[in-house]
C-alpha cells in the first residue's frame, strides 16, 4: 500500500516561551513491512540538533526553538510504501535485549484485577505467538473502544476497572498482561490508514508489541482485534506511551499550552 | 573472633607505624587535646560537614576525624593498587559488553536477568559507546583487609562515589598541624587527585569536541549532602560548578550560561542520578537536569562522567560477579577478594543464611549508607528476629555475607589510643589510562568493637598514608 502521511502538531502558548526542546521519533521504522520514499520533519523556527538510531532501532531527533516565541509546529510530511507481514517486525536492526522490555513502569503496573485476567487467559509460554493472541483478544473483550474517557495518564489498571477506553489504553492494558505472563512487551507508536466504515478517524495511532521466542517482535493491535498489517506506518517504541511517544519536549516559560493535532495518512492512488 | 592489628605483632610495633608509635608515646596529653579542638576548628572553618539522610539532628554535623593516621607500606599499596586497577578494567569492560553484544551473558557466565532486567540498566544508552569506551571515570572500590596479605572487596561504586575531598582535606590538616611527621616519614602525595581528575574528565572529551575541553561538575544543588565535595573540587580542577538551570540545549551542544554568553560544555562530571538526567529521555518531572541532555549525549556532543548506566556494573548482585569479569575480559585471575555472598532469591542460599543469621551481615541489594543491614553477632536476638521478618516478606531484596574479621588501627580515644575497626576506599580514575592516587579515605568505627564504620552509624575517617620506598 502507498501511503501519503501529514503529520502536525502545533503548541501555542499564552506567554511567549524563552526556549524550546524537543526529542523526536517521527520517522518510519526501518523492516520489511515499510519502505520510506521520502520523509521530511520540520519544526518552525527550530534548530536541527543531533539525528542518530537508538539500541531500540529508532531514529531520534533534537530539535530546539530560540525564543521568544508564542506559537509552534512540528511538521512531518511524506510518503511510504507498505506490506503486510502479518505483524511480525521482521529485518528491524535493533540490540536493546528482550529482557529490558519485562519491567513494569507506572503506566503499565498491575494491580489485582489486571493480575487476574493476565492468570484467566488459556495458554502457556510454550506457545508464547497463541498466547499472545488470546491476551491481546482478552484485552478487547475487557476494555470496549470509546474516545474521551481516559486521558494521557490514565493507567493501564484504571483503564481496566473503567472498561473503556482507546489505543493507548488497550496498548497499556495488552503490556501489562504480557509481562505477568513472562514475556517482553512494549509500547509501539505510529500512524493507521483506516478507511473500513467510512468514519474520519484519528488516524495517529498505537498498538503493543510481544516478543516471541522464533519469531521475534509482533504487534498485536488490541483496540482493533487485529495485527498490524499495511494500514499500519510504525514509528518508535518504548516501555510505555511516554517512553514511546513521537514527540517529547520542555517549553522553558511560564503560561498555558494548547495544543492542535491534525493526522491525515491517506492512499496514493496507483 | 581476632583481629588484625595493623600496628602490633604481639608487642612488637610494625615497621610502617614506628615512628608514628613514638610520637604518640611522647605527645603531652593537653597537647593532644588542644590539637584535637584544633582540628575540628579547622574542619569547620573550611565548612566540611556531612549531612546524613534520615537521621535528623545536625545536619551541620562533623564526621569525627581522628589525628593518628592509617599507614601502608609500599609493597602493600602496590599490591592493592594492582588488584584495584584490574577490577576497573573489568568492570568498564563489563559495561561496554553488557551495552553491547552481551558476550558474558551469550557465554552463560552472568545471568541475562541480572543485567537487563536490573533497575540501573538503561536500554536508552545501548549501543551507543562513550569515548575511550569508559562508563565508569571515578570508582570508589570499598576494601576491608583481614590480615597481613590478606584484602576483601566489599563493594565497587562506579556511578558517582563521594568521600574523595575527606582523603584531600585529612591530609591538608594534618599536614598543617603536624608538619614535623611529613619531614619525619617519606609519605606519598595525594594532593594530585583534582589534576588528575580534571585530566581524566578532559580525556574522554566527545567526538564533536576540537579544542581544550571545557569540563563542569553537576550538582543537584546545595540540599545535597555532599554539595561541599562539589563545590570543593570544582574549586581544586578549576571547572565551573553547575546546576541544571545553568546548562541547556542548542541544536547540537550543551553549553552553559555565563556572564560572557553561552560558552560550550564538553564533558560532565555528574553528581545526580540518572532518572533525573533528562526529562526528555528519563523521569519526566525532573526539574534537576537539562532537557535534551542525552540526545546531545548520544550523537557525541557531550560527554557524561559517569556514563548513565554505569550503576548496572556495582548493584550488589552483580558484585558477585566481579572475579568472573576478570577472568572473562581480562584473562587474568583476580588479585582482591570478593566475600563470599549468599543471593537470598536462590533456595540453597536463603536456607543457609535464615539457619545462621546470627553470625551473618545481611544487607539490602540497593542499599547503601549501613542503612537498612543487620550485623548478626552484633545484634541482639530481638534485632535479628525482627530483620528475619523483613528478609522473609521480600527475600530476593537481601544479600547476606559472612561477618568479616575487619582489621584495626590504633585510633585516639578518651584514655589514649586504642585499635578500632577500619575500612578503606581508594577511588580509581579511569580515562585514556588508569590511574589510583596513593591514598584514599579510611573509615573508622570509633565505638569500642563496632565494626559498622558507615559516618552515619557513628564512624570517623583518618589520614591514610602510603610510604615511599
Known sequence: MKLRISHETTYGYDMP???????????????????????????????????????????????????????????????????????????????????????????????????????????????????????????????????????????????????????????????????????????????????????????????????????????????????????YVRLGSGLDSSDAAPIRGVAMGSGAERLDVAVHVEEIAQ | MTFYNEMLEGDRVRDPYA??????????????????????????????????????????????????????????????????KQRARALNAFLRDVYGRGEIIRAGRIPARLVYRNEAYEKAVVGFVPPRGVYSHIIGVD??????????????????????????????????????????????????????LRHTLESVAPQKCDSRPTCVILTPGHYNSAYYEHSFLANLMGVELVEGADL???????????????????????????????PLCFRPDSMLGIPGLMDVYRSGGVSICSAPGAGVADDKAIYTFVPEMVRFYLGEEPILNNVQTWTLWKDDDYRYVMDNLPDLVVKEVHGSGGYGMLVGPKSTREEVEIFRKKIEANPSNYIAQPTLSLSTCPTFVEEGVAPRHVDLRPYCLCGDRIELVPGGLTRVALREGSLVVNSSQGGGVKDTWVLSE
Not at chain 2, 608514628?20 to 573550611?46: G, H, N
Open chain 1, 17 to 231: 516561551i524563552r526556549n524550546l526542546v524537543q526529542s523526536l521519533r517521527l520517522t518510519p521504522s526501518v523492516f520489511e513491512g515499510q519502505k520510506t520514499h521520502e520523509w521530511l520533519i520540520e519544526v518552525t523556527n527550530g534548530l536541527k540538533g543531533p539525528g542518530f538510531r537508538d539500541g531500540a532501532g529508532d531514529w531520534v531527533e533534537g530539535w530546539t526553538v530560540r525564543g521568544p516565541v508564542q506559537e509552534i509546529t512540528v511538521r512531518t510530511s511524506g510518503h511510504i510504501e507498505t506490506r503486510d507481514t502479518a505483524g511480525v517486525l521482521r529485518g528491524h536492526r535493533e540490540i536493546i535485549h528482550p529482557l529490558a522490555y519485562l519491567r513494569d513502569t507506572k503506566p503499565t503496573a498491575p494491580d489485582e484485577a489486571l493480575r487476574e485476567l493476565a492468570h484467566s487467559v488459556d495458554g502457556s509460554t510454550d506457545d508464547a505467538l497463541d498466547l499472545s493472541h488470546r491476551l491481546s483478544s482478552a484485552v478487547t473483550d475487557a476494555i470496549a473502544f470509546r474516545p474521551g474517557v481516559t486521558e494521557a495518564h490514565t493507567t493501564a489498571a484504571e483503564a481496566l476497572a473503567l472498561g473503556e477506553g482507546v489505543c493507548q489504553d488497550h496498548s497499556h492494558a495488552l503490556i501489562a498482561l504480557a509481562r505477568l505472563r513472562g514475556l517482553p512487551a512494549r509500547y509501539v507508536s505510529g500512524y493507521l490508514h483506516s478507511t473500513l466504515d467510512g468514519q474520519p478517524h484519528d488516524a495517529a495511532h498505537a498498538w503493543a508489541e510481544i516478543h516471541v521466542g522464533g519469531l521475534g517482535w509482533v504487534g498485536f493491535d488490541a483496540a482493533n482485534r487485529c495485527c498490524p498489517d499495511e494500514r
Open chain 2, 19 to 84: 615512628r608514628l608509635s613514638e610520637w604518640v608515646e611522647t605527645m603531652p596529653q593537653d597537647f593532644r587535646q588542644m590539637k584535637q579542638a584544633e582540628a575540628e576548628d579547622l574542619f569547620r572553618r573550611i565548612g566540611i560537614t556531612f549531612a546524613v539522610y534520615g537521621e535528623g539532628g545536625d545536619p551541620d554535623r562533623l564526621i569525627p576525624f581522628d589525628m593518628m593516621p592509617r599507614v601502608f607500606e609500599q609493597a602493600e599499596w602496590r599490591k592493592l593498587e594492582r588488584g584495584i
Open chain 2, 143 to 196: 576494601l576491608v583487609r583481614t590480615a597481613k596479605d590478606e584484602f576483601y572487596v566489599l563493594e565497587d561504586n562506579c556511578r558517582t562515589p563521594s568521600g574523595v575531598s575527606y582523603m584531600l582535606e585529612n591530609r591538608e590538616i594534618m599536614m598543617r598541624m603536624f608538619p614535623q611527621l611529613f619531614r619525619q616519614n617519606r609519605i606519598e602525595p595525594v594532593d594530585q587527585y583534582p589534576q588528575l
Open chain 2, 248 to 278: 541547556f540545549v542548542d541544536g547540537e551542544f550543551v553549553y552553559m550560561r555565563t556572564t560572557q554568553g553561552p560558552k560550550r560544555v564538553d564533558v560532565i562530571y555528574r553528581r545526580i542520578d540518572d532518572p533525573f538526567l533528562d
